[in-house]
């Protein structure tokens, strides 16, 4: 967009500010590492150029998040590269929400070949990303790619928030092969599958502030969305 428009990150950017934008959402930004990119994504923007983006919006005072997509054909040195990278510009600007792990899916796409992940090795990514990425203040699971229960499970290794009472607005997932062939949930199941793990459900906007407490009405638990 900014290149079609002929502006520099900055300027693009403070246009966007000056015309409402105050957060950002963390796509795109898959393995950060150039080797892995190279190969899974090489038509989008280079780790410098993502990592420049949140940090220019950043510094106009807005927030953004950030996703890593693992499970595919990434070894752990390439997850700890991307989480240190986001680590240090958290360190400098602080502008992170929250850092969400994508689980690939195998199905109807060019790495069908590449096994997936266990779920003993998605828990033990979020307890690390947890520990590791202690300067982000929040972790999120994203439940209809994990399923639900696994999404459930992963609220006691370091999560703390589930991504909310989304409809069928993430096909692709499905098409992915995901547990969750029609992805959308209740508040009242959201607040129940948080309650039964003895969890705070709490509903906020997309800056985390509360817009209520269920936990204090007449339901109860993790953050939704």
Known sequence: MF???KLTTEEGMKQLHDAGLDSLPGGGAEIFHPQIREQICADKVDA???LRIHEVAHELGMHSN???LYGHIEKYEHRID?????????????GFNTFIPLKFRN????????????INEDMRLYAIARIYLDNFPHLKAYWPMLGRQNAQLSLSFGV????GTIDDSTKIYSMAG?????PKMSTEELVQLIKQVKRKPVERDTLYNVVKDYSVAEFETAVLN
Do not use: C, F, Y
Request: aromatic share 2%.
């Open 48 to 50: 410098n150029g993502w």
């Open 66 to 68: 950030a996703t890593m």
């Open 107 to 118: 199905m109807d796409n060019d790495m069908s070949n590449v096994p997936e992940t266990s």
């Open 160 to 163: 703390n928030d589930i991504d």
């Open 82 to 94: 991307h989480m240190k990278r986001l680590r240090d510009l958290q360190d400098k600007t602080n």
């Open 178 to 182: 995901s547990e969750e062939l029609n």
């Open 3 to 5: 290149r079609k428009a």
